[in-house]
């Protein structure tokens, strides 16, 4: 409250700000409201990466044969144990380029199978990654490239020309293809292939260098207002998300009967809701994700049919479609 508005009050008033000061803090804990699920486990206790802690079953007998990732406009996949390899085995090629802590690797890319992997060897390198909608413009994906300078682009190869127009404002950054090489750029794919016919027990992991306090991702806002804005999340920041929906998640992505949760997330994996979601806490908790790269309204429910999904993260424009659509009664969903 400003001097002059004080200067005009009453006395009485005055008096009024006082007491409300002095009310003792024990008062207030009368108006709590707790949660009547089991309490966390301590954010404290977090010592690990969270490549780390997302992947740490990847590998189990119970879920490395399971497919974990599915792409529903092609229907490949990826299991569990391949997505844990081919994390690792991109972890090591972006090592061997130079990123490392305090580095940035930007991904430009509708939802892909290998978004996963371009995510998480990016965490487990000790950099950090930038999300962007693959719908920007050019001068959209230079203001971001300004704001976090990337040392690496993953991009997908539909949006090839803007990316070129867009480095231009950065010196020397390394362009990295999401799936196949194309034009001069590596690919994804052809960087994890000698590796996914290893065996478990011969391949070697990535030694993680990421810390639980260092800055994980810097996704970007919508801009309502004005340009986009970047929004700094740590490691922790990350595995707090995964804990905290952990005992609410856990019921629906194991089933009573032992089996697995398959899930629905058309949602995009460089926005917050489908990032935290498909790439991290479902998951880390076994459930399988379908997604793909555009929303289709047609296809999501040709892939609720054939994939028996169980469960499906929306946003109300879908969830209204589902209500009313007349397509929806020639699916069996």
Known sequence: MSFYKLASLRPLQLANIGQVRKIPLRKFSEYL???????????????????????????????????????????????????FIATHTLAKHLSAIGVKKDTCVAIVSPNHLNYFAAFHATGLNGAFSTTLNPSYTVEEIKSAFEITKPSVVIYHKSIHERIHAAVSVLGQTKLISMDESFDSSI???????????????????????????????????????????????????????CIQGYDVEQKYTIRGDGSFTTYMIPLPFFHIYGMGTGLCAIVANGGTVVTFPAFDFGTMLSNIQKYRINRALLVPPIILALAKHPAVSQFDL
């Open 33 to 83: 409201i707790r949660s009547s699920f089991t309490p966390v486990e301590s954010i404290r206790d977090i010592s690990v990466s969270l490549p780390e802690y997302v992947m740490k079953n990847f590998t189990s007998e119970e879920n490395r044969n399971r497919a974990a990732i599915i792409d529903g406009s092609t229907g490949s996949s990826y299991t569990f144990q391949e997505l």
């Open 187 to 241: 690919g994804i794919d052809d960087l994890i292939k000698p590796s996914k016919s290893t065996p478990l027990s011969e391949f070697k992991p990535f030694q993680p260098c990421a810390k639980p306090d260092d800055i994980l991702t810097i996704p970007f806002s919508s801009g309502t207002t004005g340009k986009a804005k970047g929004v700094v999340l740590t490691h922790k920041n990350a595995i707090s998300n």
